[in-house]
T-cell receptor, first 115, second 113 residues
Framework: GAGVSQSPSNKVTEKGKDVELRCDPI?????LYWYRQSLGQGLEFLIY????????KSGLPSDRFSAERTGGSVSTLTIQRTQQEDSAVYLC?????????????FGPGTRLTVL | AQSVTQPDIHITVSEGASLELRCNYS??????LFWYVQSPGQGLQLLLK??????LVQGIKGFEAEFKRSQSSFNLRKPSVHWSDAAEYFC???????????FGTGTRLTVIP
């Protein structure tokens, strides 16, 4: 079946603008994760959704970052008032039920460049 | 401090040669262990994982990894590297009860003819 998809694949924005990044998880997967991959910080966890439970937001770097997941499927990561240090590749992953033994399947990522 | 360490930033091997990529972790309990590969412009793909049991795990693409508790290591190996193996390799851990993976900084593999 189809894998995790993300859009856009590339996004260039100006400092101070808001951006929205979208993730479509694998159908039937109840767990969804956002990670960020940057030169300075490597791969770091941002946020985790599991079913209807409250999301784990412990990895969000500032209150400019937020995410939602509508209908338990598609997720949107929003970055407000973007800064140059937000430039990174944003990766989304999904897993069947969020158990540690469930494989996380990653999308191709969205490359965000903040000018 | 809790960490996942991949001491080799970049490794170059000849095609057909053997490969070993190192990974060490520092956590109070034994975490679940993973190796992912990322090819240019691609997402992360799981190569193999270890949760318990046999400490030598087999993965896709001819890769294997061995968990050594005494050394807190989970090194990735392949007996004969192919040019298509050139990519970035990430070791990752997940702590029991946690919601996310913690990644090492990655090792970039170059394969020369």
């Amino acid at each position: 079946g189809a894998g995790v998809s993300q859009s856009p694949s590339n996004k260039v924005t100006e400092k101070g603008k808001d951006v929205e990044l979208r993730c479509d998880p694998i159908s039937g997967h109840t767990a969804l994760y956002w990670y960020r991959q940057s030169l300075g910080q490597g791969l770091e966890f941002l946020i985790y959704f599991q079913g209807n439970s409250a999301p784990d937001k412990s990895g969000l770097p500032s209150d400019r970052f937020s995410a939602e997941r509508t209908g338990g499927s598609v997720s949107t990561l929003t970055i407000q008032r973007t800064q140059q240090e937000d430039s990174a590749v944003y990766l989304c992953a999904s897993s069947l039920a969020g158990r540690e033994t469930d494989t996380q399947y990653f999308g191709p990522g969205t490359r965000l460049t903040v000018l | 401090a809790q960490s996942v360490t991949q001491p080799d930033i970049h490794i170059t091997v000849s095609e057909g040669a053997s490969l070993e990529l190192r990974c060490n972790y520092s956590y109070g309990a034994t975490p679940y262990l993973f190796w992912y590969v990322q090819s240019p412009g691609q997402g992360l793909q799981l190569l193999l994982k270890y949760f318990s049991g046999d400490t030598l795990v087999q993965g896709i693409k001819g890769f294997e990894a061995e968990f050594k508790r005494s050394q807190s290591s989970f090194n990735l190996r392949k007996p004969s590297v192919h040019w298509s193996d050139a990519a970035e390799y990430f070791c990752a851990v997940e702590l029991p009860g946690a919601n996310n993976l913690f990644f090492g900084t990655g090792t970039r593999l170059t394969v020369i003819p």
